[in-house]
Nanobody
Framework: QVQLIESGGGLVQTGGSLRLSCAASGLSFGSYGMAWFRQAPEKEREFVAAISSGGSGSRYADSVRDRFFISRDNDENTVHLQMNSLKPEDTAVYYC??????????????????WGKGTLVTVSS
């Protein structure tokens, strides 16, 4: 059974930082591209960042580029999202996703095989 378990969410002030983690099990982790999506209240889920299966390639939404950084550890089956200079508009539930696809495809929300249950990030003004 595949599981993606997110952690690291919480309450932070504007300008602060958080590091999200996603622990994967039950899949051949190194064969999957990994991504983070988020969903704010009353909004649709949106792409945040993706990283290729080997970790050499990544993509970011324009709204988080140069503030957020995605990384992965294929030995530990984990993917991380370092979030810096947080803004109130970053408040959302953040979801980890796995897909046997490119970062371009995952950015479009296509060919996502597995989703985590999410972790809440709240940025206070």
């Amino acid at each position: 059974q595949v599981q993606l378990i997110e952690s690291g969410g919480g309450l932070v002030q504007t300008g602060g930082s958080l590091r999200l983690s996603c622990a994967a099990s039950g899949l051949s982790f190194g064969s999957y591209g990994m991504a983070w999506f988020r969903q704010a209240p009353e909004k649709e889920r949106e792409f945040v960042a993706a990283i290729s299966s080997g970790g050499s390639g990544s993509r970011y939404a324009d709204s988080v580029r140069d503030r957020f950084f995605i990384s992965r550890d294929n030995d530990e089956n984990t993917v991380h999202l370092q979030m810096n200079s947080l803004k109130p508009e970053d408040t959302a539930v953040y979801y980890c996703a796995a897909g046997r696809s490119s970062t371009w495809t995952m950015m479009r929300g296509e060919h996502i095989n597995y989703w985590g249950k999410g972790t809440l990030v709240t940025v206070s003004s």
